[in-house]
């Protein structure tokens, strides 16, 4: 307990209610963590998404050169997602040359066989060969991605990708993660009922931060703004 000016006990429970009023509590000691997902993007980035109190997500992207944290008021994202396929079609553009080419000098040795072709036969082979590792390529770097948007901007906030051949636990993780993103999203949305002036300011005041911060660009920033304040 502690004393007013006055000499009058003030208790603490009453005390931190008055706080909490003004000012929501939200450090990391007063987390409580619902949903948790690491993901590594090639070979040097580290992607983490943190969903807790069912209103906050934290997003902490890490590789060599720098490392990026930002949170999101889930109030800022519009229900439901988007999911889409990132395919490396270059990697399958890129095979059929090599196809094309092989399949030239294979025909060259099925007219003079094989003991008649010999450096067409190995020229067959070695362009086959690059256009297997394209096609290998193609479906190694090929996505999954799921996007969440804000509500109002209609800007993707929340990205979340995944290998076409990642492992089945992986895979699970990822569909965990987002399936309880949405929910939180619902969620929120029921149980606060917030108006849709002090929302569309809650957005820009979030889409200012990530801008400085330089998660979504500058002049990305400036056009959603002018959507949301209804000017374009």
């Known amino acids: 307990m502690i004393y007013g000016s006055t000499g009058t006990i003030l208790r603490l429970p009453f005390v931190r209610e008055i706080l909490n009023k003004v000012t929501p509590m939200d450090s990391t000691s007063e987390r409580k963590v619902s949903a948790h ?10 992607i983490s998404y943190t969903l807790y109190n069912e209103r906050y997500l934290t997003v ?10 930002y949170k999101l008021d889930l109030l ?41 072709a010999v450096t067409d036969l190995i020229i067959a082979v070695a362009t086959f060969i690059l256009c297997v590792a394209g096609i290998m390529q193609f479906v190694i770097t090929s996505l999954t991605v799921t996007e969440f948007y804000s509500l109002h901007g209609g800007i993707a906030l929340v990205e979340v990708r995944a290998k076409l051949l990642a492992s089945k636990d992986s895979r699970k993780q990822v569909v965990n993660f ?9 969620y929120c949305k029921r149980k606060m009922k917030v108006a849709d002036g002090n929302q569309k300011a809650g957005e820009l005041r979030t889409l200012r931060r990530l801008a400085e911060q330089g998660v979504i660009p500058q002049n990305k920033y400036e056009s959603v703004k002018q959507i949301i304040l209804g000017i374009s």
């Open 178 to 186: 987002t399936e309880a993103l949405g929910k939180s999203i619902d």
């Open 60 to 69: 902490n992207i890490a590789n060599r050169r720098k490392k990026l944290n």
């Open 76 to 116: 800022s994202l519009a229900p439901g997602c988007t999911k889409r396929y990132c395919l490396g079609w270059h990697w399958l553009a890129l095979s059929l040359i090599p196809a094309i080419v092989g399949g030239y000098f294979l025909l060259n040795v099925i007219n003079l066989g094989a003991t008649g």
């Open 37 to 46: 997902l690491d993901l590594v993007r090639g070979k040097n980035q580290k």
